[in-house]
């Protein structure tokens, strides 16, 4: 089986009202994850963030919304199995280490912890 590093994630939630956000869902991943693993191909999800600078709500609403699109990612990749996906790696796990902080993106909040 070949590899192919299909998520190397970097996700946004959108500019627009909840619950909308642009991640695909859990089932769109877990539907292209099946069609990659169709032709041979395991997926490697890499780097994954959820970049929240443009998300709108309150902090908890933002959250929220975060949490469920790490853990609607997390578990498209359990669920297709480890055959499919044998990795779901993080950019990092400190807001206040994220390489979006470089680019003068202080708000975007992607990782999994805000502090240590």
Not at 3 to 15: F, M, N, P, S, V
Not at 33 to 61: C, L, P, Q, W
Not at 64 to 74: G, H, N, P, T, V
Request: proline share 4%.
């Amino acid at each position: 089986m070949c590899c192919l590093e299909i998520l190397c994630g970097h996700l946004r939630d959108a500019k627009i009202l909840p619950p909308s956000n642009n991640a695909p869902s859990k089932d769109e991943v877990v539907k292209n994850m099946k069609r990659f693993a169709g032709i041979g191909m395991r997926i490697y999800v890499t780097e994954f963030d959820v970049n929240m600078h443009d998300s709108v709500g309150t902090d908890d609403e933002r959250d929220e919304r975060q949490a469920q699109i790490y853990s609607d990612m997390l578990s498209a990749c359990l669920e297709v199995g480890a055959e499919i996906c044998p990795n779901f790696g993080f950019l990092g796990l400190i807001d206040r280490q994220s390489w979006y902080n470089g680019i003068g993106l202080e708000d975007a909040d992607p990782l999994l912890f805000r502090s240590d």
